[in-house]
């Protein structure tokens, strides 16, 4: 069945490209804020935001599209504890995903305009980027359950 193969792959690289793209942006944006050097955090939350709107956005549209194909072509039973769980954990990470959007632009915003006018950032940077992490330790961890669940699909 080489179609269910091909959508079980695009499944793959979906899920490949929520977590490695996510951790890489966590890594990038938290050292970038670190350094404290403004036109570096500007550069760095514009593709941020860049890079969630090229490869982040549509990889979350293409998992549920292929991940229903996957269970109705598998054989799958929704009554199975592993896919009720994936879901939910879909969700929750999609739950921390939004805000974490908004948060991303505002940052994006405020460093640019810092860095162009050569003046520090403000506190309230700096509490969206406190959120920003916050919100991503739920959604790493929903992520990481998710390819578990994936990968061992438990009884």
């Known amino acids: 069945m080489p179609e269910y193969a091909l959508i079980k792959t695009l499944h793959i690289l979906g899920a490949i490209v929520l977590f490695g793209l996510g951790l890489g942006s966590v890594f990038y944006k938290y050292m970038s804020d670190r350094s404290g050097n403004v036109s570096a955090m500007a550069v ?71 860095a162009l006018h050569g003046r520090p950032l403000s506190p309230r940077y700096w509490r969206h980027a406190r959120y920003w992490r916050l919100l991503g330790l739920p959604a790493f961890g929903a992520m990481l359950l998710l390819v578990w669940l994936m990968v061992s699909r438990p009884v």
């Open 44 to 114: 760095t939350n514009r593709l941020v935001v860049r890079a969630d709107a090229w490869f982040t956005t549509p990889a979350i549209l293409l998992q549920p599209l292929t991940g229903f194909y996957l269970v109705a072509a598998g054989g799958y039973d929704w009554a199975q504890g592993w896919l009720r769980l994936a879901v939910l954990l879909y969700l929750l990470a999609g739950a921390c995903w939004l805000p974490v959007l908004v948060l991303q632009v505002r940052m994006r915003d405020e460093a640019a305009a810092a």
